[in-house]
Every structure is written in structure tokens, then in C-alpha cells.
């Protein structure tokens, strides 16, 4: 069992950057896949972002492609997202996700944080 709490989220004007960041629980985290998803109001959840356990393979949407960079850190059992260059329709509740297999369907994933509100003005 994982468990997720993400973190660095807030209001910024468009242009501007953000980190979250998602502190995971229990010794197997290099072993998931994990994604960087996110909703906005009245939107289905959708994938902004995935990494292979190892870190070594990463995937991104092309709404946040050259934009947003994922990242983790086994060995503190942390995942990343690095911002940049926000856009007002970036605004959503972000949330990092586990999963057994990469995947951009949010149904293959097994484990989820609460969530963290980014919120871009224009």
C-alpha cells in the first residue's frame, strides 16, 4: 500500500512557475509508475504527466509538453513537477497517482493523493 500527499500548490500569474512535489509512504515506491493528473472544474481528471519507476522513461501530454517536467527521487520517496511558463488553463486540482503499469488512463492507477489546487491569473 502507497500513500500520497502532494504538496506546492497556489495562485500564480500566468508566465510564472510552480514545484509540487508528492511525499509517498512505504518502502516500494521505486516500484510504481507514477503520474502527475489533474481536473478542472466541470472537466474529467487527465494525465499531464508519468514516469517509470526507475525514472528513466517519461511521458507527456502535449498541453504541458516542453512546459512541465516530472521527476522523482527514490530515495526520498518523492515525485515532482516542475512548472513553467503557466497558463490560465492549467488551472486545476493537481494529483499524483500510483500505478502497477505505465499508463495515461486514471483508472490503472491504483494509489492517490487529495490533491493541490493550482490556480494561474491572467
Known amino acids: 500500500q502507497v500513500q500520497l500527499v502532494e504538496s506546492g500548490g497556489g495562485v500564480m500569474q500566468a508566465g510564472g512557475s510552480l514545484r509540487l512535489s508528492c511525499a509517498a509512504s512505504?518502502?516500494?515506491?521505486?516500484?510504481?509508475?507514477m503520474g502527475w493528473f489533474r481536473q478542472a472544474p466541470g472537466k474529467n481528471r487527465e494525465l499531464a504527466a508519468r514516469?517509470?519507476?526507475?525514472?528513466?522513461?517519461?511521458f507527456y501530454t502535449d498541453a504541458v509538453k516542453g512546459r512541465f517536467t516530472i521527476s522523482r527521487d527514490n530515495a526520498k520517496n518523492t515525485l515532482y513537477l516542475q512548472m513553467n511558463s503557466l497558463k490560465p488553463e492549467d488551472t486545476a486540482v493537481y494529483y499524483c497517482?500510483?500505478?502497477?503499469?505505465?499508463?495515461?488512463?486514471?483508472?490503472?492507477?491504483?494509489?492517490w493523493g487529495q490533491g493541490t489546487q493550482v490556480t494561474v491569473s491572467s
Open positions: 514516469i517509470s519507476g526507475s525514472g528513466s522513461s517519461e
Open positions: 497517482a500510483a500505478s502497477s503499469e505505465p499508463a495515461n488512463n486514471p483508472n490503472a492507477y491504483d494509489y
Open positions: 512505504g518502502r516500494t515506491f521505486g516500484s510504481y509508475n
